[in-house]
């Protein structure tokens, strides 16, 4: 996952773009980059780190101009640790492009080989980003055959970049000159809507949230392989780009990755995580009797609204027994495990008295590895718990995700090929409760029944746009992100135990 934002405004976006970033920081803490464009000229900062680290204020004063785009980095292929991966890409042909992509191409390495021996254009890196972006400045070079850029010829090298790329991709883009082009996949799984403020301006950007708080309102999703064009005099076209379109959004948003305060494809991400403790409530119920269970817990900070619903639920007393520093760096971009293992209590700490003596049920909102939450176990115990049981709001994770979030390997999950009980021993808790695929599905998917479906595919193994193979997961995991120079450990999972914001 990754957070991208474009905006076409009639005054200065450097800071408004820094704003809706800092909204999306949740989706991608390697690196962040922004770009805007000056009389046909793009002013770029980009850099590994934070937001707040990345860029100063002698950086925001280079970028000057009225439209321009941004990303928060997650890197699910090539190397974390490299600044050439940083977005956005650029390229000088045709007009001058810049883009920013969230999502996982699934056919990257095919269509390297393609653009080098037909299109004749080079790919400098191994992010599949510079792939998509170099298929859209052929597709765009060929719809408009040395003529001025219509805005028609735009919409038909969207239509071709459908038919050329596979996977998963919310993609924001700036034609030099001309506009703002933001397109989706055409099952939509990654997210991307568009509002406007009152003067005018037209935003893009991943989740509703970085539109609220940048001043814009929400107007609405740009649909499953629509495009969208904004003109440099604020003028927007949109068209549907692909032959069948179906809307089956990424589960896992709702599960984890978005922030509770965003409506994603017409569902608000808090009510779906409520909605999802109701379920998980009827699954406890027959695994542990209530009267056993002294306390809900939550591990901070997404599991708080399923947790808060079971316990209500159940009429089990909420209580908050662990405290979250803020400062500590985030689980998973710890290089060896033994460090791993060290952040959990560097990040978290309990509070003895609502674990001492006491039967308590631990609710997550999804259990991936099982080494946090082993050791979140141990410190229940530690801090005097007579029982520990836990609950996650997600079903196991049993299979690779393609589609932007890096946890490709079986080997790294938990879940893979072993039954509840067997990860229970693992995990080292008394009972362990996961929610069910269909019931998930069900919860979120009555907020909004004009869905399709979602993609599960890391809890059922279903991939909804059904060309992953075998062979397509094996050769994503041998491009999976880079590991620090020097560290021998290849097992890192890009995936936090907790979210912050």
Avoid at 9 to 35: E, K, W
Avoid at 485 to 500: H, I, K, M, Y
């Amino acid at each position: 996952m990754c957070g991208i934002v474009g905006v076409v405004h009639n005054a200065p976006v450097n800071q408004l773009i820094y704003d809706a970033l800092l909204l999306l920081q949740h989706r991608g803490q390697d690196a962040a980059g922004i770009v805007t464009q000056l009389d046909r000229k793009f002013f770029m900062h980009k850099a590994k780190g934070m937001v707040r680290d990345v860029f100063r204020t002698r950086n925001m004063r280079a970028l000057p101009g009225h439209t321009g785009l941004g990303q928060v980095r997650y890197p699910t292929a090539g190397n974390a640790f490299s600044e050439e991966e940083a977005q956005p890409f650029y390229v000088n042909a045709p007009f001058g492009l810049v883009l920013v992509h969230n999502g996982n191409l699934t056919n990257a390495h095919a269509l390297k080989h393609e653009l080098f021996q037909t299109d004749h254009r080079h790919i400098n890196t191994e992010s599949d980003s510079e792939v998509l972006l170099n298929v859209v400045a052929h597709e765009i070079e060929k719809s408009t055959r040395g003529v001025p850029l219509q805005v028609d010829d735009v919409f038909k090298a969207v239509r071709a970049v459908h038919k050329r790329i596979k996977g998963s991709y919310a993609v924001i883009s700036l034609i030099a000159g001309h506009g703002l082009l933001a397109f989706r996949d055409p099952f939509g799984i990654r997210p991307l809507c568009i509002g406007r403020n009152a003067e005018g301006a037209f935003m893009v950007a991943s989740e509703s949230v970085a539109l609220e708080g940048a001043g814009f309102v929400f107007e609405r999703d740009v649909a499953p392989g629509e495009a969208v064009f904004v003109t440099l005099d604020g003028q927007l076209h949109s068209q549907q780009c692909a032959d069948a379109p179906q809307h089956y959004p990424c589960v896992f948003e709702f599960v984890y990755l978005a922030r509770p305060d965003s409506v994603l494809d017409g569902i608000s991400v808090y009510q779906a995580r409520l909605n999802m403790g109701e379920t998980l409530a009827k699954r406890v119920i027959s695994t542990v009797p209530p009267n056993e269970i002294d306390v809900v817990i939550p591990i901070p900070e997404s599991s708080r609204p399923s947790a808060m619903q079971l316990a209500q639920l159940l009429g089990i007393p909420y209580r908050e027994g662990f405290v979250k520093n803020r400062y500590v760096g985030r689980t998973f971009i710890m290089p060896g495990q033994a460090v791993r293992k060290k952040s959990v209590r560097q990040k978290l700490n309990v509070i003895g008295s609502e674990f001492k003596g006491r039967n308590v049920l631990l609710v997550d909102d999804s259990i991936v590895r099982g080494t946090t939450s082993k050791e979140i176990v141990q410190m229940a115990r530690d801090a005097g718990a007579r029982k520990v049981y836990m609950a996650s709001a997600a079903p196991p994770v049993r299979y690779p995700n393609v589609y932007g979030i890096d946890m490709p390997t079986k080997s790294e999950l938990v879940a893979h090929g072993r039954t509840v009980d067997e990860i229970r021993q693992i995990i080292g808790c008394d009972a362990l409760i996961y929610q069910d695929v269909d019931a998930m599905k069900k919860a979120i998917g009555s907020l909004n029944p004009t869905l399709a479906g979602f993609d599960a595919s890391c809890f059922d193994g279903v991939y909804v746009t059904g060309d992953v193979t075998s062979d397509d997961i094996v050769r994503l995991n041998e491009k999976r992100v880079g590991t620090e120079e020097g560290d021998d450990d290849t097992s890192r999972l890009a995936l936090p135990n907790s979210q912050e914001g």
